[in-house]
């Protein structure tokens, strides 16, 4: 079981970016997927969430600017990032909790993605 991260790069303040996560391997069902963030020297925070029914919470630093979505069906978790400034530059992860089967039986278990880099700057 893994969670793929992909899309981010480098752009100029005001454009924008997309952020996709899949997640593949022995899954069953997934429920609350997520993006967090960490900028250097600083810990790492909560971006966005999206939960299995589509209910979706954004940090109020990007509210109004990034989008959390999902594909239920590719198992993809997406975030539409725009209007980017300098300090949305980060690493950015992405997170699930994964109803997985193991030796038979079915858990809840928290992944972690690898980080992509989003650097803002002019």
């Known amino acids: 079981v893994q969670l793929q991260a992909s899309g981010g790069g480098s752009e100029q303040p005001g454009g924008s970016l997309r952020l996709s996560c899949i997640a593949s391997?022995?899954?069953?069902?997934?429920?609350?997927m997520r993006w967090y963030r960490q900028a250097p020297g600083k810990e790492r925070e909560l971006v966005a969430e999206i939960y299995s029914g589509g209910s979706t919470n954004h940090a109020d630093s990007v509210k109004g600017r990034f989008t959390i979505s999902r594909d239920n069906a590719k198992g993809t978790v997406y975030l539409q990032m725009n209007s980017l400034k300098p300090e949305d530059t980060a690493i950015y992860y992405c997170?699930?909790?994964?109803?997985?089967?193991?030796?038979?039986?079915?858990?809840?278990?928290?992944?972690w993605g690898q980080g992509t880099q989003v650097t803002v700057s002019s």
């Open positions: 997170n699930a909790d994964l109803w997985v089967l193991s030796l038979g039986s079915r858990r809840m278990v928290n992944y």
């Open positions: 391997g022995n899954i069953v069902s997934i429920n609350a």
